[in-house]
Each structure stands twice: as structure tokens, then as C-alpha cells.
């Protein structure tokens, strides 16, 4: 019980905003009907396939969402932070998921049932258009990325995605490295890319000044020469 209590403090400031947008009675009724979940790094969350009945709110931790390419290459869709919501998409279309999602680290997930969402919603104008808002962003974001991944050369991509790391996840104390540490697999991933090439490009950056590399750290020394790359493509 006082895990929950804990849990459910932190859920009310998953996001904010959407909390404020219920009435005390709706508060009542979402806090007597979720789930906490405890996931190990590396731990699947859900595949691509299956069906979604819940919506998913990351309290703690890091997630990656991918799609299986090609050979089984992966393509990273999207990173999620916490406090984040995601898989929503596919729960409101009532389709299957078209993605799969995995722990970078461990991770804490509340989740919330659709017809308990839904319930909600049906009497809720004001969390409904704070929805559509969120997944009209997210088809925003995805655009830009099909244009980035398809016409951008692949320093332009990397750099890219460094600076989509830097925005999503900060910095650490020291002002420089990325507050998230990806394998070179990842980093491809999010760029299309091969690892051989991500592992090159990477390299290259940091002859140029531009990054430091420490294992999976990364450190970002010129900022604006990162964004000059990623504009030019």
C-alpha cells in the first residue's frame, strides 16, 4: 500500500496538465482502477501484433519504441521519457500495434484500462482535445522524421538524432553528455543507419571537435556546429 500511495502521487504528476483536466470524481475513479509495473532493463513492454487494452504511463525510467525492418534490423520510431504517456495510438484506433517497445533501464509503468479511459472521456471534452492535441504533435514529429531519415545524408542524420537525444532526455550535471546511454546499435537505429557507419560518423565528430565518446557516453562540445550539420543534411 505504500508503494501505491508513492506511485499514485507520482502518477497525478505524470502529467499534470491532464490530472488538472479531471473533475474530483473522475480523480476518485482513475486512482481506484490502475496498475503499477515494475520492468527490468531490456525487458519487451509489448510487440508489434499484439493488441492493446491499456493505456501506458512511464513514472520511471527510460523506453525506445522500434519497428522490425528488413533481416530483423530494428528501426527506433520513437524514445519516451519519464513522465511520459505512450501507446495510445493504437489503443484509440483499436488496432493491433505496429510497433514494439522495450526498457533502455528499469522502469516503472502505470497502466490505465481502455474502458476506464474511456469512461472518462465520454464526459470529458476538455481530456479528449488534450489527447487529440498529443497525437497530433506525435504525427508531427513523425513527419519530420520520414523527411530526416529519407533525404538527409547520413551525418546529418546522426547528428540529428543527437541533438532529438539532448532535447528528449537533457544533459547531466556537467552540461555536455547526453543524460541516456545508447549501444552503437541504438544510435544507428535512430538514424537509419548501419552500426559500421554509425560507429565511423561518430568517430568523425569527434575528430572535428564536435562530440566526445566515452563508451556510451557522449558528450556534446559544440552545439551549434552539431545543429549546422543536421540543417545542412
Not at 46 to 59: R, T
Not at 158 to 177: I, K, M, N, P, Q
Request: glycine share 6%; net charge neutral.
Amino acid at each position: 500500500m505504500a508503494e501505491r500511495s508513492i506511485l499514485h502521487e507520482a502518477s497525478i504528476s505524470l502529467v499534470k496538465q491532464l490530472w488538472e483536466l479531471l473533475n474530483e470524481e473522475q480523480k476518485v475513479f482513475v486512482s481506484e482502477n490502475y496498475q503499477v509495473h515494475h520492468f527490468k532493463k531490456n525487458q519487451i513492454i509489448y510487440k508489434e501484433g499484439e493488441q492493446p487494452d491499456y493505456l501506458l504511463c512511464l513514472v520511471k525510467g527510460k523506453v525506445k519504441i522500434f519497428k522490425e525492418g528488413v533481416g530483423g534490423r530494428g528501426q527506433i520510431v520513437r524514445m519516451v521519457k519519464a513522465p511520459g504517456i505512450f501507446g495510445k495510438r493504437a489503443l484509440f484506433a483499436g488496432e493491433e500495434y505496429t510497433t514494439s517497445s522495450i526498457c533502455i533501464e528499469e522502469s516503472v509503468i502505470i497502466t490505465i484500462h481502455k474502458d476506464i479511459l474511456m469512461e472518462v472521456l465520454h464526459h470529458n471534452v476538455e481530456l479528449s482535445l488534450f489527447f487529440l492535441g498529443s497525437l497530433a504533435k506525435e504525427l508531427g514529429f513523425s513527419n519530420n522524421l520520414t523527411v530526416s531519415l529519407t533525404q538527409k545524408h547520413i551525418r546529418g542524420r546522426l547528428a540529428e538524432a543527437l541533438l532529438f537525444l539532448r532535447e528528449t532526455y537533457g544533459l547531466e550535471s556537467d552540461g555536455v553528455t547526453l543524460n541516456i546511454y545508447l549501444s552503437r546499435e541504438d544510435l544507428a537505429n535512430l538514424s537509419n543507419m548501419t552500426t559500421s557507419n554509425a560507429i565511423r560518423t561518430l568517430s568523425n565528430f569527434a575528430t572535428e571537435k564536435v562530440i566526445s565518446v566515452d563508451g556510451r557516453k557522449v558528450k556534446i562540445l559544440n552545439e551549434e556546429a552539431l545543429k549546422r550539420i543536421s540543417n545542412l543534411g
